[in-house]
């Protein structure tokens, strides 16, 4: 089944130093799916696997995903091949958006801290603050020209956007930046290199839990069962074994094993991914199967496991 | 009228002349492609034994997020206009139209007891294979907590027997 969105390049532009922006679209220009400020996509790099990016464009363009990419220099293969081989016209395989940095509904002020190519997400969310009318700042520090330099000029007239360039200036305090937070109705982003991010985390650590956001690339995960604890897997015909962490999925694991599991819903309910266990707890959360037929069977798109080890046959 | 046998009144029989029902189509939508969201139409035209044209499970040119396992009863889903209000009610979730990601919404038919049987949409004829389940994959793309809402009231699946073109206000009626 396609997991995955079939987009095309409409437009691959040069967007600061070793930034390049890329524009993508549905090849007949049907709408794409809504998505909210802060969402980053998974992108398929052929021969690679996928690597996320934050999306920058304006969640108001129903037609358009915009992203950024900075050349890396230790590039793992992402960046590398959105510079040199993705060209205009090319078809990109993605993830639905997902947001794991939200803007924080609750609050009036939102001061945004921005570390290099960490500024995309705030691009987003900039565009949405406008149309709230909320109070917004966003700073953002690089060496010598920003990334999305042309993107940040846009938005030069509202006075909300200040550039740190560090190779002229000292890098601000803390106490600047954050606009002498913590304060009622404020929140605080900060989306940067991990240093940065510690850095901030260290600075904002007395503030009031819920008041401060940092955007980092680590997938969801299901949340863990009660009772749930990491386990072994073990397939039954084959003797191979694959460690599964609490709340992960054991669907996805036997996958990885190899295994051909059928799946549908991956909610619990329909039944397709039912499997037979013959060691082990499993913790049952399917709504599909009679007490009887849990003595031997669970569902793996939603089971989890109690003992340290559980085999299946599958 | 001839007057009424002690066998004709029994209930069964009753049952049986009962008036049935008679709904209408109130929305129509198609996608392309999986994910994609699902856009209004006043008319779609349905190809019998295939799909609907410019759907993403039109056999011959499936790009659904299911696509990869065929299915000959998927080629036009429905879901009642009443399941939605009921969602609104049991579960305070606004589900639109355009949200359940089945093609016909309708008004008035009961869908859930459809399941091998035959009816009519406008000037084409179907015949249902099986209810639709939810999948966690709609509140992928929604954002909305609805899964749960959906269970048991998730829309029918049909096969086309009789292709044409559908309008918005048709007339869906027994076969």
């Not at chain 1, 996928?50 to 995903?65: E, K, L, P």
């Not at chain 1, 707890?281 to 109690?306: F, G, K, N, W, Y």
């Not at chain 2, 006043?42 to 299915?71: F, N, T």
Request: with cysteine; net charge negative; proline share 7%.
């Amino acid at each position: 089944m396609p997991q995955h969105i079939t987009l095309v390049v409409r437009q691959a532009i040069p967007d600061g130093p070793g930034t390049r922006r890329i524009v993508l679209q549905d090849p007949d220009g049907w709408p794409l799916p809504r998505w909210k400020p802060g969402a980053h996509l998974d992108i398929h790099v052929p021969g690679i696997g996928h690597r996320a990016y934050s999306m920058c464009g304006d969640t108001a363009r129903s037609d358009t995903w915009e992203i950024a990419v900075k050349r890396e220099t230790h590039s793992r293969g992402g960046s590398a091949w959105v510079h040199d081989v993705l060209k205009e016209g090319d078809a990109v395989a993605a993830s639905m958006p997902r947001c794991t940095f939200p803007i924080a509904d609750g609050a009036t002020r939102h001061v945004m801290v921005a570390g290099g190519i960490g500024v995309t997400p705030f691009l987003a969310m900039a565009c949405e603050f406008e149309r709230r009318g909320a109070e917004w700042a966003l700073h953002v520090l690089s060496r010598g020209e920003p990334p999305c330099a042309t993107a940040l000029a846009g938005w030069a007239h509202t006075g909300r956007i200040r550039i740190h360039d560090t190779t002229k200036v000292a890098r601000p305090s803390w106490a600047e930046l954050l606009d002498g937070g913590p304060a009622p109705d404020l929140h605080a982003y900060c989306c940067g290199p991990q240093a940065m991010l510690d850095s901030f985390g260290e600075a904002t650590a007395a503030w009031p839990t819920g008041t401060t956001s940092i955007e980092h690339f680590v997938p969801p995960t299901l949340p863990a069962a009660e009772g749930a604890k990491p386990y072994m897997l073990c397939r039954s015909p084959t003797g191979a074994e694959i460690e599964v962490e609490a709340g992960g999925s054991m669907l996805a694991a036997l996958w990885e094993l190899g295994a051909k599991v059928d799946a549908s819903c991956e909610g619990g309910i329909c039944g397709a991914c039912e499997v037979r266990w013959l060691e082990g707890e499993p913790i049952h959360r399917d709504r599909v199967l009679s007490p009887e037929r849990r003595r031997t069977h669970l569902m793996a798109c939603v089971a989890q496991c109690a003992s340290e080890r559980l085999v299946v046959e599958a | 009228m001839p007057e009424a046998t002690a066998e004709t009144s029994r209930p069964e029989r009753a049952f049986q002349r009962a008036p049935s029902w008679n709904g209408a189509v109130t929305h129509l939508h198609i996608t392309p492609r999986a994910f994609l969201p699902m856009r209004a139409q006043e008319s779609v035209e349905l190809v019998a034994g295939r799909g609907i044209a410019g759907d993403r499970y039109m056999l011959g040119i499936e790009q659904g997020y299911y696509s990869e396992k065929p299915e000959e009863g998927r080629q036009v889903t429905l879901f009642e206009s009443e399941a939605l209000e009921a969602i609104l009610r049991d579960y305070k979730v606004e589900l639109l139209p355009e949200e359940h990601r089945r093609n016909i919404t309708t008004r008035g038919v009961p869908l859930n007891w459809l399941v091998g049987k035959r009816f009519r949409i406008g000037p084409c004829l179907v015949e249902a294979t099986r209810l639709s389940v939810p999948c966690r994959h709609i509140e992928q793309i929604l954002d909305k907590q609805v899964f749960d809402a959906m269970v048991h009231r998730s829309g029918l699946n049909c096969r086309i027997l009789v292709g044409g073109t559908v309008r918005v206000g048709d007339e869906i009626r027994p076969e």
